[in-house]
């Protein structure tokens, strides 16, 4: 079935440094999504895409659906401590199922 | 606009027992979505309802399974609970299901804990 590789699985940054993450997948996709989890709580959506090629920003989020619709990356820039996280891709394929990632989680160092 | 809301958000149960969890979408959300989440697995979908219908499914064993009520409420019940089982399960509330309409919202889970 569709799988969806995301990477890095952990990253420790420091305060104010940017951040990059991707999903890359083997199928083809017609909707990438980015959401982010907090302890205890659901997914929150962050940013959501709908055309390959597609740069959408959120604050100091970006993120782009790649032009052979079968990656997606995440940008962070200047990173604070409420970044802190787990970031999730997602990918809204064949059979209507939406997929995700196995995640991202972000540590900022003091 | 209210977010979507799940109860109970903490349940114990022993093995073999079975379990209801309930979810309410956003108002005005018609596609209600369940998923199990894991740390060694990660998120993964159990199925959807739309007007009712159950539009699709992942692949769970038969024990899993769910229904949506005519105000878009919905239910998913645990039959015969494993240890594996113990989970955070997540409702997604969506307004449709093609394109910006699809982006889903998530509640807060119910952590299910089987002993």
């Known amino acids: 079935g569709q799988q969806l590789n995301q990477s890095p699985q952990s990253m420790f940054i420091q305060e104010g440094e940017d951040v990059s993450m991707n999903c890359t997948s083997s199928s083809i996709f017609n909707t990438w999504l980015w959401y982010k989890q907090d302890p205890g709580e659901g997914p929150v959506l962050l940013i959501a895409?709908?055309?390959?090629?597609e740069l959408t920003s959120n604050g100091r989020l970006t993120a782009q659906f790649g032009i052979t619709r079968k990656d997606s990356f995440l940008n962070i820039s200047a990173s604070i401590p409420s970044d802190v996280g787990i970031y999730f891709c997602a990918g809204h394929g064949r059979d209507d199922k939406i997929i995700f990632g196995k995640g991202t989680r972000l540590h900022i160092l003091p | 606009k209210a977010g979507v809301t799940q109860t109970p958000r903490y349940l114990i149960k022993t093995r073999g027992q079975q379990v209801t969890l309930s979810c309410s979408p956003i108002s005005g959300h018609r596609s209600v979505s369940w998923y199990q989440q894991t740390p060694g697995q990660g998120l993964q979908f159990l199925f959807e309802y739309f007007s009712e219908t159950q539009r699709n499914k992942g692949n769970f064993p038969g024990r899993f399974s769910g229904r949506q009520f005519s105000n878009s409420r919905s239910e998913m019940n645990v039959s015969t609970l494993e240890l594996g089982d113990s989970a955070l399960y997540l409702c997604?509330?969506?307004?449709?299901?093609?394109?910006?309409?699809?982006?889903?919202?998530f509640g807060p889970g119910t952590r299910l804990t089987v002993t």
């Open positions: 895409l709908y055309k390959a090629g």
């Open positions: 997604a509330s969506s307004f449709g299901r093609t394109g910006p309409a699809y982006e889903q919202y």
